[in-house]
T-cell receptor, first 116, second 115 residues
Framework: DAGVTQSPTHLIKTRGQHVTLRCSPI?????VSWYQQVLGQGPQFIFQ???????GRGNFPDRFSARQFPNYSSELNVNALLLGDSALYLC???????????????FGNGTRLTVT | AQKVTQAQTEISVVEKEDVTLDCVYE???????LFWYKQPPSGELVFLIR??????QNEISGRYSWNFQKSTSSFNFTITASQVVDSAVYFC????????????FGAGTRLTVKP
């Protein structure tokens, strides 16, 4: 089975532009979460979507938004890009809204965004 | 507040040495989960172990072992007889009970195993 897939793998944008990142969860997984990982730091929680509804939001400005589609794939949108938005953006999927048993989050390889 | 501290930024060892990665956490919740993930250069986070706050048993999985001590709020990870393939960044993470997907990660420890 395919793991969590993210596209694109790398992206270069200019300050003020908008970016859309995409994520396809593992087949059968209904929950998708987004994390931002700035160089040298641990990932930080941005959003969680389950059954196409936002179920959690981290401490990020309104420039960050996301949505989940009927096929459970997801997009992360960032408007008015700042230099500080340069990071690795990780998508993770899980079977349910919360993990139970041995169902941890499964992470993709991420999209590396560079803002110049 | 929920917080994870990994005080060791970088560790370098020679192959076959044992190495322990430290993790200290802060939480006011009585129920929580602790995790360790490995991040190789490819970027994905690879799940290693999950522990809930009521299970203080230490765990061994091959060359990996984990020591969970609630009294010191620590969840340390030991690699025995390290190998070059163990080189990666290792993250400890804490999950609160109210949102299982809101993982609070430490800053990570970069482990380099030299041949």
């Amino acid at each position: 089975d395919a793991g969590v897939t993210q596209s694109p793998t790398h992206l270069i944008k200019t300050r003020g532009q908008h970016v859309t990142l995409r994520c396809s969860p593992i087949s059968g997984h209904k929950s998708v979460s987004w994390y931002q990982q700035v160089l040298g730091q641990g990932p930080q929680f941005i959003f969680q979507y389950y059954e196409k509804e936002e179920r959690g939001r981290g401490n990020f400005p309104d420039r960050f938004s996301a949505r989940q589609f009927p096929n459970y794939s997801s997009e992360l949108n960032v408007n008015a890009l700042l230099l500080g938005d340069s990071a690795l953006y990780l998508c993770a999927s899980s079977l349910r809204q919360g993990f139970t048993g041995n169902s941890p989050l499964h992470f993709g390889n991420g999209t590396r965004l560079t803002v110049t | 507040a929920q917080k994870v501290t990994q005080a060791q930024t970088e560790i370098s060892v020679v192959e076959k040495e044992d190495v322990t990665l430290d993790c200290v956490y802060e939480t006011r919740d009585t129920t929580y989960y602790l995790f360790w993930y490995k991040q190789p250069p490819s970027g994905e986070l690879v799940f290693l172990i999950r522990r809930n706050s009521f299970d203080e048993q230490n765990e061994i999985s091959g060359r990996y072992s984990w020591n969970f001590q609630k009294s010191t709020s620590s969840f340390n990870f030991t690699i025995t007889a390290s190998q070059v393939v163990d080189s990666a960044v290792y993250f400890c993470a804490l999950v609160p009970p109210y949102n299982n997907n809101d993982m609070r990660f430490g800053a990570g420890t970069r482990l380099t195993v030299k041949p």
